[in-house]
């Protein structure tokens, strides 16, 4: 049971254009989200994150944004830059536990 | 400062052997969570180690078993194992100590392929 949905596989996009990367959970006891960027043959490192009490967080070029009516969240970066292609992968977690559920991840291509 | 550090990067191992992966969590962190995660999936949470104890665990059967040292660092150990069992392996670290939302910080991985 996938606790937490990214729809799109892919996603491609022009240099200096908006990404915009979309998650889906149903787990209404969710309180803290979070994406991560992973490249290959590494880890993934943290991006940003949001709890439940906010409704967007904005760090730099990077912004994501919660509705927790529609338990949907969606990562925009701008401008988007060809080292910005990666895997992003969305996480959430249900207060005090620390264990966190991914999504599938969402490949995307920042065409120069 | 020393990011999270994973052993080995990769490892080849025949079905029904038994393994062992390593990790040392960042500097000033003391909770370690382990990953499973499979070709073209999201990392799966396997089980998560503080105070040298298991706290929580995932949907994963006996077989996976870990262990965490006075020093923070951690091992998850795989019995019996199944072609299925190949994937990438990532070591999270975080300080529950401080505040139950935040990151986690991972590894880069220890890539286990069954023959």
Known sequence: ?112 | DAGVTQSPTHLIKTRGQQVTLRCSPKSGHDTVSWYQQALGQGPQFIFQYYEEEERQRGNFPDRFSGHQFPNYSSELNVNALLLGDSALYLCASSSLGRSSNQPQHFGDGTRLSIL
């Open chain 1, 1 to 112: 049971d996938q606790q937490v949905k990214q729809n799109s596989p892919s996603l491609s996009v022009q240099e200096g254009r908006i990404s915009i990367l979309n998650c889906d959970y149903t787990n209404s006891m969710f309180d803290y989200f979070l994406w991560y960027k992973k490249y290959p043959a590494e880890g993934p490192t943290f991006l940003i994150s949001i709890s439940s009490i906010k409704d967007k967080n904005e760090d730099g070029r990077f912004t994501v944004f919660l509705n927790k009516s529609a338990k949907h969240l969606s990562l925009h970066i701008v401008p988007s830059q060809p080292g910005d292609s990666a895997v992003y992968f969305c996480a959430a977690s249900a207060y005090n536990f620390n264990k966190f559920y991914f999504g599938s991840g969402t490949k995307l291509n920042v065409k120069p």
